[in-house]
């Protein structure tokens, strides 16, 4: 059979082989990196995402925009043609740091098998001068019908072939189970890092097995985690822990000025989530305890903003019809980063009642709720994930279990009647904010890590 009616076939099923483990490599502490460090070579890194930019991903944003104010070279490839649909509102570094221009899009797969074919050989003699050991490494494993979805693979590699990189950055495990099959074909030129940061290490583990991440273990050169709840899971999955680093999502708090509190009122409560509209975000539960508080305290005039977009948008709506809440809650579509802030700034209480899907899928600290924090909003949320390490219990929030609307009730009348420790409430949050998520240092961490996984 030729290579054409091979490539015809489509995708075939095997494993790729990724050899022994070596040794791993202890890396010695490092100073913080300034940012106008002028005696420090700048590194040019790959960031691997599956869409860019997203505003429900601003610490992919956060990242990509300290590494460029930092003097390193940045270009962002992404593992899909962008869909229909996905909201165009822009963070505002987005255009600020033309970042667009360094975004590099995976080429389109042809619907139709024979023009998918014709179209992946004229990838691979467009790119055979600019890296001949990924075309005879990719040729060779369709012939032999090694690899899984090798055909969607060489689109998603074509941008890359003939650029080399220092680092390559794989945002989300998933990702680095991609960048690994790149490694693997001779795609990919430059050390290979993962980060975690949520549904990769809870439900795509539950989905796929305990050793899912085994091959990428023995191959990645630094890992990456947000919280140290996702650390403990990495480490009991064998990742070794002299190549993991703890890096959490950082905010940039200068950017996060607290209102004058106008909705501070004796006979008000405003509430505020704001998140993709999943199962894990626990919305429904919020809805649950809105209802039942307004129905016990007629005397407090509550009222209760959702922004976000997501596949619950339509199953939220009829339970706020349901519990007879359409006059109370309003449904907001994803907002710009500003406008974001400002709907924050206007709120007294921020709800973050995230939970455990059924499918596993968890959180770690959101940034959601940082930037709530931030603005000194106090905040309820849940004995969840990575939250605990954000959220202080009795002293920058309140925590209650998961899946529990009668508790968040009766955290909702507590506040209610305690108005007077909103103040300590918001500034300790505030502070904790400042002291352990500030973007900047944690961007400084960003290129340490990088630099000890090129020693």
Known sequence: MNLLALLALGPQRTSFDTGR???????PATAREPASASNVKPLSVAFLVNDFPLLSESFVINQVVGLIERGHKIDVYT??????????LLHRDVERCRLLDRTHRAITVPENRWLRALKACGLLMANFRRNPKFCWRWSKAVLLGEGTNLLQLLYVAAPLLGKSHDIVHCQFGTIGLTGLKLHRLGAIRGKLITTFR????SQYVRTHGNRVYENLFKIGSMFITNCRFFERRLLKLGCDPARLAVLPSGIDCTRFTPGNWVGRRDNGLRLVTIGRLVEKKGIEYALRAVAEFAAARSDIDVTYAIVGDGPLWEPLRRLISELRLSDSVTMLSWRNHQQIIDILRDADVFLGPSVTGVDGNQDAPINTLKEA????LPVIATWHGGIPELVQDGMSGLLVPERDADAIADKLDYLANHRDIWTRMGRAGRAYIDAHYNLHALND???NIYRKALT
């Not at 593992?79 to 165009?88: A, D, I, T």
């Not at 949520?198 to 290490?201: K, M, R, S, T, V």
């Not at 924090?373 to 000194?376: G, V």
């Open 373 to 376: 924090m931030a603005l000194e």
């Open 198 to 201: 949520g549904h990769d290490i």
């Open 21 to 27: 483990n070596k040794m791993p490599v202890r890396f």
């Open 445 to 447: 961490e960003l290129v």
């Open 79 to 88: 593992l899909h043609k962008r869909q229909p649909g996905v909201s165009e």
